[in-house]
T-cell receptor
Framework: LAKTTQPISMDSYEGQEVNITCSHN???????ITWYQQFPSQGPRFIIQ???TKVTNEVASLFIPADRKSSTLSLPRVSLSDTAVYYC??????????????FGSGTQLTVLP | NAGVTQTPKFQVLKTGQSMTLQCAQD?????MYWYRQDPGMGLRLIYY???????DKGEVPNGYNVSRLNKREFSLRLESAAPSQTSVYFC?????????FGSGTRLTVV
C-alpha cells in the first residue's frame, strides 16, 4: 500500500484558491489517487479521483504530474463551509478484492472570513 | 437513495456490557468495512469484508467481532466493552468508484 504524506493543517481566506499537496513516492502502476472530505461528526465524503494528468468536477480539480509521485487537490474560491479535514488515499481500485486503503491524519483546512 | 445506514447513532455502555453496531448498504457493493476514529486522528480499520461470507482483520481488531450477514449487512460486535473502545465508529462500502461512508455511531464506554 502506498504511503501518503500531507500537511497537517492549512489556513486560507474566503474566496481564495486552495491547493493541498499529497506525496506518494511509492505509488504503484495500478494505483489511483482519491481525495475525501470529512466534516466534524460525519463520515468522509468522496471528492475526486484520478490516475494521471488533470481531473476536474463541479467541486475540485486534481493535478497529477507525469511521475505520479505527488498530487494536488485544488479547491477554487473556498468558502467557510469548506473548512474540513481532507484525506488523500492511494490504492488499486481495479481489483475485485476489498481495498484496505489507509487513512492518514489528513489535512485540516480552516477557511477564515 | 440511502447509501450506508448505521444504527444506533449514539450509545453509552458500561464497562463489560456487550452490543452490536448495525450497518446496511443499498448500493450492491461487494466490500464493506468498519473503522474507528478517535479525536483528532484519522480512521483506523477494524475489520473488512471483501464479499458476502468473508471477513478479515484490519489494523485494530482486538476486542471486536464482525458478521457479514448478507451482501447488504455488516455488523460489528463488542463482546465486553472497555473504556478504550470509546470512539466514533464508521461503516463503509466500496466499489471501483470509491468508498461510501455511513454517518457514524458515537460510542461512549464508562
Amino acid at each position: 500500500l502506498a504511503k501518503t504524506t500531507q500537511p497537517i493543517s492549512m489556513d486560507s481566506y474566503e474566496g481564495q484558491e486552495v491547493n493541498i499537496t499529497c506525496s506518494h513516492n511509492n505509488i504503484a502502476t495500478n494505483d489511483y489517487i482519491t481525495w475525501y472530505q470529512q466534516f466534524p461528526s460525519q463520515g468522509p465524503r468522496f471528492i475526486i479521483q484520478g490516475y494521471k494528468t488533470k481531473v476536474t468536477n463541479e467541486v475540485a480539480s486534481l493535478f497529477i504530474p507525469a511521475d505520479r509521485k505527488s498530487s494536488t487537490l485544488s479547491l477554487p474560491r473556498v468558502s467557510l463551509s469548506d473548512t474540513a479535514v481532507y484525506y488523500c488515499l492511494v490504492g488499486d481500485i481495479s481489483s475485485g478484492s476489498a481495498r484496505q486503503l489507509t487513512f492518514g491524519s489528513g489535512t485540516q483546512l480552516t477557511v477564515l472570513p | 437513495n440511502a447509501g450506508v445506514t448505521q444504527t444506533p447513532k449514539f450509545q453509552v455502555l458500561k464497562t463489560g456490557q456487550s452490543m452490536t453496531l448495525q450497518c446496511a448498504q443499498d448500493m450492491n457493493h461487494n466490500s464493506m468495512y468498519w473503522y474507528r476514529q478517535d479525536p483528532g486522528m484519522g480512521l483506523r480499520l477494524i475489520y473488512y469484508s471483501a464479499s458476502e461470507g468473508t471477513t478479515d482483520k484490519g489494523e485494530v481488531p482486538n476486542g471486536y467481532n464482525v458478521s457479514r450477514l448478507n451482501k447488504r449487512e455488516f455488523s460489528l460486535r463488542l463482546e465486553s466493552a472497555a473504556p478504550s473502545q470509546t470512539s466514533v465508529y464508521f461503516c463503509a462500502s466500496s466499489d471501483m468508484g470509491g468508498y461510501t461512508f455511513g454517518s457514524g455511531t458515537r460510542l461512549t464506554v464508562v
